[in-house]
Structure formats: structure tokens, C-alpha cells
């Protein structure tokens, strides 16, 4: 089930869906503590319970964390199990961008 725009994770509000890969959705949404627009990876259920899949889903963040490259910045959070009021899904990471 895809995320609608005004849905809310954590301080993040979804604007709208920007693709899907093996690991899950990436949606364009807005951190409403710090006032930017960022890139949230959520992962279905099937795969936030999969002790391997979310080892390599952790692995990623810290990858994306070492990044230094001009319009690609480094993963801002990633938060397991982290629980949306208007969602079922529940790990999400956010990677800020300035080309979100």
C-alpha cells in the first residue's frame, strides 16, 4: 500500500511517491522540524522483519552516510520500527537532498 501525500512518519510529511526497488518505496516528503525537503526509503513489514534484509537496509544508511558528492547528501536518519499514526509500515530512512 503506497503512502498518500499528508500522511505523517515521525517529523517527515509525504508529498508524493518518487519510485519503488526491491527494498521498498522512496517518497519526496518535508521535515517539519528543520523546514527541507528530504527523500524517505520506507520498508514493507515482509522486509523490516527479515533479519538479513534489515542488516543490508542498515548497511545502506551507513554507506549513504560517507557520501560527499555535490547534490547528494548523506543519509539524515534512519529509524527502525519507527511507527506512523496513518501507516502500517514501519522502518523508514530519510536522506536529505537538495534535487528531492
Not at 22 to 27: A, C, L, T
Not at 52 to 59: A, C, G, I, V
Amino acid at each position: 500500500m503506497a503512502l498518500t501525500s499528508g500522511t505523517k512518519l515521525g517529523p517527515y510529511e509525504i508529498q508524493s511517491a518518487l519510485g519503488t526497488g526491491g527494498m521498498g518505496e522512496v517518497y519526496r516528503a518535508h521535515d517539519t522540524r528543520l523546514g527541507r525537503d528530504v527523500a524517505v526509503k520506507v520498508l514493507p513489514d515482509s522486509v523490516a522483519t527479515d533479519a538479513d534484509r534489515l542488516l543490508r537496509f542498515e548497511q545502506e544508511a551507513r554507506v549513504l552516510g560517507t557520501l560527499s558528492y555535490p547534490n547528494c547528501w548523506p543519509s539524515t536518519t534512519s529509524a527502525p520500527k519507527a511507527k506512523s499514526t496513518t501507516s502500517s509500515r514501519n522502518t523508514w530512512k530519510v536522506r536529505r537532498s537538495a534535487n528531492v
